[in-house]
């Protein structure tokens, strides 16, 4: 049983290492849950990003937290995550130059209403599986054959809507489990697996009320056992487990919401001050974002530096390769706009929870409808980590004030069927370019998913 968890250990790490930490999927061994890179360290300098998002789409509504794996073996992070009143969740594989194909045979086509996925190797046959959790549907399981298909493997899990889903072992039998946030009043609860596609549910010590909107697995105390933090409707919380499959909270100093329920929605786990613990990131509409420290059975803030915001999807990782925990939220710091005013801000840690704003990095800061999920990798193999970020408001703009979005329309009267169209003036062109750029960074992009490859400038 030692040598199948130590396979089992070293595979969720190899996960890990690739998936970021948005929703850290490690092995209860990992005394880090933060992103790492996957190549030879790059020299430090200023940050820079690209965007590398060719094959991704551009036209969906994801409420969605966003994971990477790899799905085909090809040693390059892959990509997963949940549209919103559209077509089911999705997978897309990388080819390692930022180029994306969609890999999702076998996935549902159905309308489904957003949540989460995790990757892991479910059946131990080598090849990556997907957990996705629906907030209407519930959790469902499939079976990858590394080439990019998926047969389904749910029996024993939930039809209750779920809004997240990570994945570790929690009695240390080398099989993988899963954990889920209910969508309604359903709580948070832990399934066993057997490593062959069959789930028991096992929620001893975890409370099966209220509601969440993110969930984490990581070894949080260093013990050698996987415990859960879950961004909760009674705030952040955190279960540490026994080994055994069961439970105790361990939640002191963590706050509550100033509003009964008032959305937490994402929660990533990291060694922020280098003592080998696990601390936690979390998002939400108010105050925003906030970092607790683990500290010695307790949780204590540290959030100089970090604004006020509407903050929904975060992640921690080295973003320069200092050796410090650095944090990426999706989401605004302009609190008076509704529209198209969110953005991606990078945090620089400085190892001891103090964090500054790097706003030199090239990621739109502003000029994006509302953001979601968010996730690092190193797509490219390059030593740098990468971000991921889904956008999409729960209804598209078209629906949100209730009417259609109107036209810019000139009030010339109709064109008849036959007319030629006019030629545009090129001097017009030029002062439209110009008042463009006037108006600042590019307003909407959509329902898009977005890719920036990372690079440190020596």
Not at 31 to 43: F, M, N, R
Request: charged share 25%.
């Amino acid at each position: 049983m030692m040598e199948s968890r130590a396979r089992f250990l070293c595979a969720l790490v190899a996960i890990g290492l690739m998936a970021g930490c948005h929703k850290v999927k490690p092995a209860a061994s990992t005394l880090s849950a933060e992103a790492k890179s996957t190549a030879a360290p790059v020299a430090k300098g200023p940050l820079t990003y690209e965007m590398a998002r060719e094959g991704l789409p551009g036209n969906k509504i994801w409420k969605s937290q966003i994971t990477f794996g790899d799905v085909n073996g090809d040693g390059f992070p892959d990509l997963g995550l949940v549209s919103r009143l559209a077509d089911g969740p999705y997978v897309y594989i990388n080819d390692g130059n930022g180029h994306w194909k969609d890999a999702s045979e076998g996935l549902p086509r159905e309308t489904f209403c957003g949540g989460g996925v995790a990757f892991a190797d479910v059946n131990r046959d080598g090849k990556m599986d997907i957990a996705i959790a629906d907030h209407c549907k519930g959790v469902y399981v499939y079976l990858g054959d590394g080439a990019g298909h998926w047969k389904l493997s749910s029996s024993g899990l939930p039809t209750i809507g779920c809004e997240d889903v990570a994945i570790g072992d929690f009695n240390n039998d080398g099989c993988p489990d899963l954990v889920v946030v209910a969508a309604q009043e359903e709580g948070v609860r832990a399934f066993q697996g057997d490593c062959k596609g069959t789930w028991r549910e096992h929620s001893d010590g975890l409370p099966l009320t209220e509601w969440g909107n993110a969930v984490a697995v990581g070894d949080i105390d260093g013990d050698g056992n996987a415990d859960i933090a879950a961004a909760y409707a009674l705030g952040p919380r955190v279960w540490l487990g026994n080994g055994k499959g069961s439970f105790k909270e361990t939640s002191e100093g963590l706050p509550a919401p100033d509003v009964h329920g008032l959305y937490m929605f994402g929660i990533a786990l990291g060694d922020i001050n280098g003592d080998g613990k696990l601390d936690i990131a979390v998002s939400s509409a108010i105050p925003g974002i906030e970092v607790f420290l683990w500290d010695n059975g307790k949780w204590r803030a540290s959030n100089n530096g970090l604004p006020p915001m509407n903050a929904l999807g975060v992640a921690l990782g080295d973003l320069n390769n200092d050796g410090k925990m650095d944090l990426v939220v999706a989401g605004k710091t302009n609190l008076e706009e509704i529209g198209g005013v969110y953005g991606v801000f990078p945090f620089l840690g400085d190892g001891q929870g103090n964090w500054s704003l790097d706003d030199t990095t090239g990621l739109p800061t502003t000029g994006r409808e509302r953001t979601w999920g968010a996730g690092l990798a190193d797509v490219n193999r390059d030593g740098v980590l990468d971000i991921g970020v889904a956008f999409g408001d729960v209804l598209s703009p078209t629906y949100r004030s209730g009417k259609k979005k109107e036209m810019d329309v000139k009030a010339e009267g109709k064109k008849k069927k036959g007319d030629k169209a006019e030629k545009a003036d090129p001097a017009e062109k030029d002062a439209k370019a110009a008042e463009a750029k006037d108006r600042g960074p590019e307003r909407g992009r959509f329902g898009e998913i977005d890719v920036w490859l990372g690079h440190i400038n020596k």
